[in-house]
């Protein structure tokens, strides 16, 4: 008899398409624009979703991530994959303009750095959202 090694994995693509969605999360340029101050105090400061984990209240801007509760998100700050997140973002995003730089039409320019830190609590956010108005 002839040895025939099984396909195991033989049509599952469409399974593969469906879980690589289903995990999605977001991009470096749109966490870049959640991370600008007038973004950022709407994403933390959020109203109640029942929907949401912890009803929305303890969100994580920089990896775009819901928690459970106070402590599951200052858990999550002392993670890798937080520290990961924020030296990811240091670099500024490829703009329009350097893409035309690249493409030879203008002076190389390197990318800046800037600094990232941790999102401020959200007792500070209110606070200061009370003091404007």
Partial sequence: ????????????????????????TKDLD????????????????QEVDLDKPGS????CVHCARYFINDQAL????????????LKALELEPYT????V?????????EPQKRKITT?????EVSAKKQKTD
């Fill in 1 to 24: 008899m002839v040895y025939r090694r099984k396909k195991y994995h033989y049509g599952d693509t469409h399974l593969r398409k469906k879980y690589r969605t289903k995990r999605r």
């Fill in 30 to 45: 749109q966490i870049d624009e959640d991370i600008k101050p007038e973004n950022a105090e709407k994403l933390i400061d």
């Fill in 56 to 59: 929305a209240q303890f969100y």
């Fill in 74 to 85: 200052h858990d999550h700050f002392r993670t890798k994959v937080h520290k990961r997140r």
């Fill in 96 to 99: 329009i303009e350097e893409s």
């Fill in 101 to 109: 730089r690249a493409a030879g039409l203008g002076s190389f320019k």
């Fill in 119 to 123: 999102q401020p609590e959200k007792e």
